[in-house]
């Protein structure tokens, strides 16, 4: 799912213009352009925050730089998720709330002309050299050559799943990988993206790289020298395990406890994702003494984090996502770079719409008004504001096909009806569309087992639905930093 420290710096006297929609134009930029923050972005699949204790290299970032551990996915499922994170806008805009089909996938994303929203072609018209690597939407073909937009380096694949026998469409040249092990694909990124880093100081210009692994998505594979590593280790057994919410709805009530067999599986495939992310790790290692090797490490912003987060048998589930609970929903999100406090934590709610603005206005431009985010620098580097957002959206949508969708399992691994949902610092609140409601008092319940709707007070309800469906209903940054706070 790394660099992103000098943009920062610069763009702090221009955060109040960005947030209330300035012109989609370039700040001007003083002084040559390679001292302009760099930034690396590492996108996760399925990484949940569980599995960051088993990381030494994201540890450290944790140490290091400033974490984000109130930050939510729009739709805890891959290609709504990328789409939200490329473009900065909620699925309800972007169009995209499935995998395949009609609302989903990379047919829909082009449908509905996202490509030019991206992040990509506002940071190379700034003078940034861009890169790409790794997973990029559900439904891309390599072998169809094509290459968005906005990206100077491009080196993409579409099924590496199991991180060998994949192709990559590398700058528009499609390139065949094996099964031997040089051809690990965490390991062939990681070499790109230290290559990409090399070229770029040569080249004296600064770049943002997004690196996009497919690890640790199912089905996990490790890398050979870690295919061993962890023998013994189980899934966290946490309050939720085995449990079904009080007066939990329908869908959530059919499901029957963890056999035996079950959590055998559990905890088997828990290994696999801790063993998985080791190759990642080592990336984050390799690609921090390469930035120290060139002397950019000091104007580098590294970030690290995932598309969605991931059960493994609480609320009785098989492991999967897509439901609207924290397990799913809660992404992981750490920084490092120039002007970055150590150790900190920003407790304040953001969203995965928040990065495109983030990374615009780190690179000194202005994000544009059609972002339903709000950029996260000025919190990233202690400045707060009395203004920000109360509430973040959730939107799930059934999918009506499983077919060609790495994400498809059986029903009891989730994908819960059609549901829309908001997260606030103290509560969750969820809409079906089948008319059923969940509330959870998030601050006594951390783990969402006891259902509080049915005790709402009338006041309190009308509030939380005004504030959805302003939510569900917003587009653009003014409109969605205005849905964003309790309505009355």
Not at 326 to 353: C, F, K, Y
Request: net charge neutral; aromatic share 8%.
């Amino acid at each position: 799912m790394a660099a992103i420290a000098t943009l920062l710096t610069s763009c702090l006297g221009r955060l109040d213009t960005a947030q209330t929609g300035g012109s989609h134009t370039p700040a001007n930029s003083t002084g040559s352009a390679a001292h302009k923050p760099n930034i690396i972005y590492v996108l996760t699949d399925d990484l949940s925050s569980n599995l960051m204790q088993y990381m030494p290299h994201v540890k450290e970032m944790e140490k290091s730089g400033t974490s984000f551990p109130n930050l939510f996915t729009t739709d805890s499922l891959c290609c709504p998720s990328r789409s939200s994170i490329f473009t900065g806008q909620h699925p309800h805009n972007t169009g995209v709330f499935t995998n395949n089909g009609d609302d989903g996938g990379y047919g829909a994303f082009m449908k509905n002309d996202n490509e030019g929203k991206c992040f990509a072609p506002a940071l190379q018209h700034a003078g940034y050299r861009t890169g790409f690597m790794g997973k990029y939407l559900n439904g891309y073909r390599p072998k169809d050559k094509h290459v968005p937009p906005g990206w100077d380096e491009w080196d993409v694949a579409g099924d590496g799943y199991r991180n060998y026998d994949y192709e990559l469409n590398e700058n528009g040249h499609v390139r065949s990988y094996g099964d031997d092990t040089q051809d690990y694909l965490t390991d062939v990124l990681a070499k790109k993206a230290t290559s990409f880093v090399e070229s770029s100081a040569k080249a004296d210009k600064p770049f943002m790289l997004t690196v996009a692994t497919f690890a640790p998505h199912a089905p996990a594979i490790p890398a050979p020298r870690h295919a061993d590593s962890f023998p013994t280790l189980k899934a966290p057994r946490t309050p939720a395990y085995d449990k079904t919410s009080q007066s939990a709805p329908e869908w959530q009530r059919v499901l029957k406890h963890l056999t035996a067999k079950d959590e055998r599986q559990i905890d088997r495939k828990f290994r696999q994702r801790v063993r998985s992310v080791q190759a990642v790790d080592e990336m984050i290692g390799r690609l921090k003494s390469r930035l120290k090797e060139k002397g950019l490490a000091d104007n580098t912003y590294l970030v690290f984090g995932s598309d969605n987060g991931f059960h493994m048998g609480e609320h009785r589930l098989r492991p999967g996502k897509q439901t609207p609970y924290d397990t799913d929903i809660r992404v992981p999100m750490v920084l490092t770079g120039p002007g970055v406090p150590a150790g900190e934590r920003v407790s304040e709610l953001a969203e995965n719409i928040d990065l495109n603005p983030t990374f615009q206005e780190l690179a000194g431009v202005n994000p544009p008004p059609t972002v339903d985010g709000r950029s996260l620098s000025g919190l990233l580097h202690g400045r707060r504001t009395d203004d920000w957002r109360d509430a973040v959206l959730i939107e799930h949508h059934h999918a009506k096909s499983k077919k060609n969708d790495p994400d498809a399992g059986p029903d009891d691994a989730g994908n819960p009806p059609s549901c829309e949902a908001i997260r606030t610092a103290d509560a969750l609140y969820v809409e079906y569309a089948n008319g059923e409601q969940e509330y959870y008092d998030t601050r006594s319940d951390p783990h969402q087992l006891t259902n509080l709707e049915a005790s709402l007070p009338a006041e309190k309800r009308a509030s939380l639905h005004k504030t959805l469906t302003a939510l569900k209903n917003c587009k653009g940054t003014k409109s969605c930093q205005a849905a964003a706070h309790v309505q009355k």
